[in-house]
């Protein structure tokens, strides 16, 4: 397994700010996530924010960055479980419900890709490889991971799911058609 990327280093106000604008988009979403009412949150006027986050697009990254850095240390975290197939899931599924409106922002639309730090998408996603052993079972068994958990987020399965047994069926199934490495 490769070593977590170093992300850009942030001032301790920065730092600040970004913690604020991550609990403002946690409990009220993206669409709340302003600099104006981030400043209103710190006390301050929104343009003083422009002297530690240069506009919003660079407090996003810096939002993704974390969610990034966030799931895959679980994900990394996982794979030295006995089942680490069963463990990356599960601490997928984990994070994301944890922290749903961070999730969104890093996995909805375009990704800016050139402002992340260098390597952190690919180390964040490494696990899948690791346990699939191919580039197109991984992004197989991302998608699946994905799209249970936007899924469960956005309240999109019946009444009355077993979401556990919907998991470990899907698992199941991506198992026996070769979906992990060394099969």
Known sequence: MSNHPELAPLTARAA???????????????????????????????????????????????????????LGSVLHAAMKEPDPFAAVLRGYREYALANPNLYRLATAGPLARG???????????????????????????????HGMVILEID??????????????????AFRASGGEAGE
């Open 16 to 70: 600040q700010i970004v913690g604020e604008a991550r609990t403002l988009l946690e409990e009220e979403g993206h669409e709340a996530l302003t600099l104006r009412a981030l400043a209103a949150r710190l006390g301050i006027r929104a343009p003083s924010l422009y002297k530690h986050i240069p506009d919003k697009a660079a407090l996003e990254v810096a939002l993704i960055e974390q969610g990034l850095a966030g």
């Open 115 to 145: 402002r992340l730090a260098p390597g952190l998408e690919d180390w964040s996603g490494e696990p899948f490889f690791l346990l699939t052993g191919d580039p197109e079972r991984a992004q197989g068994l991302w998608a699946f991971a």
């Open 155 to 172: 309240g999109r399965f019946p009444p009355g799911s077993n979401l556990d047994r919907t998991w470990e069926k899907g698992s199941a």
